[in-house]
């Protein structure tokens, strides 16, 4: 029986009591990243700090990744990411023209050598009177067949070149397959006939585009490309021009940019045909990956993937990416696109700059980006309204570029301090088994999400259980720019309102915003280790210390010389289903998990395909070229410029030497 069975008081009071329980254990897990009363070394006592503005405005907060060459990653024509991302034979692709119907194909045709020897093969093959009817059957109607008799009886490696010349030199063939075999399965004759939608297309497109697109349909060009239809004007030609593509050929897709269609063959992930649930691998291995610079204003990097996805007739996972950065901020980064090439990244151009999105040059890579695959940031900041002399701004600054800052994880990690539903809490949920229970905080009302369409659907979920009309009105208010929610809803709409649903739905998230969640809990143990080793020891290295050597964790007492180790090597390890730790944080470790009811063995959560290892992070972060200057003569207005080691946190540098509670962070709209 649930609490519903009874009169309405009984409900409110169950409602009552569910939400202080959500608030209550929210309150708890806050100090996962809340700035400590008493700063620990090296962090500057908070008497000597400074205030100031940050982020004012994007532009005020630069951030630029630093790529695996050391570069800083730029959208200037003279930037080249690092060969071990390209393919060696790779040549940037940005001067590529758009397709036109005479240059039918932005894909490598085969070559003339290989067309003359099929060519050559093709008239050894095939009986003479049947090539003579094929000029003949082009004037028949479709419903018109014919047979095609061979010379003798052809293998399969025999019968692709025969086919693949016809295509070629009749491109308005469409080959039905073998109309009669020998006793050992080899081919004697073909059967073809006029292709259905050659002569429909006709009477929309010029030969030339017709003719590219039936090339393009019969897979005549050897990385798979895509073909740019002249610009037409009337959309119901268009839309006639989609649909015969759509019906007649069921491995090519189109879309229009610009008032011109695009057409192109599906990636193996977007083939209509095939099995559900068939591996999400496939595509890996297909067509082409293009490699380009980005740079973005204002926008979370989840949503870019989308926009950008969206542009370019992709899914999300489908892109490639080193690292998130900053919404409120300027960003410029590497990502990687599978199955698009250069025309057609130059097509959406200037698409993506009316949404503040701008591309630079684009590159052939040999394989997708992955998380980490970079150096660092590199950061250009402007602290505006800055507080205090200069003389006591400049020695805070000094003693941050001289001994860096406590490498905690940043604020954004665990949402805003304002959020009700931080991700460290839904990961621990996630990690208890619980997965309703964070589903429903995923989507409880969050005061950092202050969109009206947001806040309307989430108070229409207030009431649990959920019905399906619930669901339904939810949705239709939700803004489409809440990929993560729609996807939420449209999976317990589809698989139910229980813990199975809620695993599936949870399983249907893209794999790296399932991992943000749970990473998001084990930064915050991270944080709170970390502090305590801090607060115990100072900067004196221990000997029960950890630290690197060859990638792996030792004591300090296990080194042979422990005297040459300083504080910057000291490694925290991060939580995970492997972690090691040693001395005092290994009991603090096992009283962390004890008191939020989990076990290592609970970071292994094979049910929604996840898992966290554990991994090593240093606890101080050291800070690279940092300059800064006053570029006005008010003493208000601080320019500084430094670089990061990748996973360090900008807002986590500036925590050190400034005080962040009292600093003002202006979000726009």
Known sequence: TTPFDFDWVSRWLYLFILHLQVLISFTRNMEGFQPLESPLPPHIPAGQRFTATIKSKPSDFIVDEIDLDGNLVTLSESYRPPAQLLRQSSEPNAKMTKMTPDAAHSSKPLSSQSTRESAAETSSLVVKASLQQLIELKQLEPTKRMEIRFTSALDKSQRRSVYRHLAS?????????????????????????????????????????????????????????????PSIEDKSIRAKIHALVGNHFPLLETKTQAGQIVVRRRTKRTQRKGKRGASSQDWRDTDVISLIAVSKSNKESFHLLDVLGRALGVKPFMIGYAGTK?????????????????????????????????????????????????????????????????ENVNSNLQHLATNGFANYY???????????APPHLVGRLI?????????????????????????????????FPWSRQQLDQAASMMPRSRIKEHTILKAL??????????????????????????????????????????????????????????????????????????????????????????????????????????????????????????????LLAKVTGCTWAWPSDDDDVVQLKFGLQKGSYATEALRSVMDVEKAVVIREA
């Open 410 to 420: 940043g604020q954004q990690r665990f949402g805003g301090l304002d959020s009700q």
């Open 493 to 618: 709409k589809r698989f139910g309102v229980t813990d199975e649903g809620a695993r599936q739905a949870l399983k249907s998230l893209p794999h790296t915003q399932r991992k943000f969640q749970l990473h998001a809990y084990t930064s915050m143990l991270w944080n709170r280790l970390a502090a305590q080793r801090l607060q115990a020891h100072g900067l004196e290295v221990q000997l029960d210390d950890m630290i690197a050597v060859d990638g792996q964790l030792c004591l300090v007492s296990d080194h042979p010389d422990p005297s040459c180790v300083c504080i910057h090597d000291v490694m925290v390890p991060i939580p995970g289903e492997r972690a090691v730790f040693a001395g005092s944080l290994q009991t603090s470790y096992a009283e962390f998990l004890k008191d939020d009811e989990l076990t290592g063995e609970c970071f292994r959560i094979d049910e929604i395909g996840m898992r966290c290892t554990g991994s090593h992070r240093t």
């Open 169 to 229: 030199r009749w491109p308005w063939l469409q080959i039905n397959g073998i109309k009669e075999k020998d006793d050992a399965g080899r081919a004697l004759a073909m059967e073809c006939q006029p292709h259905a939608a050659y002569r429909m297309l006709q009477d929309l497109l010029p030969v030339t585009a017709v003719d590219a697109v039936m090339k393009l349909g019969n897979s005549l060009f050897e990385d798979g490309g895509n073909c740019t239809l």
């Open 326 to 390: 900053d919404k409120l901020a300027h960003t410029t980064q590497l990502l990687t696109v599978t199955g698009v090439d250069a025309a057609m990244i130059e097509s959406v151009r200037e698409e993506l700059a009316k949404d503040k999105i701008q591309l630079g040059r684009v590159f052939q890579a040999q394989k997708m980006l992955a998380l980490g695959d970079l150096t660092g940031n590199r950061f250009t900041l402007m602290l505006r309204g800055v507080s205090g002399n200069r």
């Open 431 to 463: 990690l208890q088994r619980r997965y309703l229970e964070a589903l429903r905080l995923m989507l409880s009302q969050d005061p950092a999400d202050t969109h009206p369409g947001a806040v309307r659907a989430r108070q229409r979920l207030a009431v």
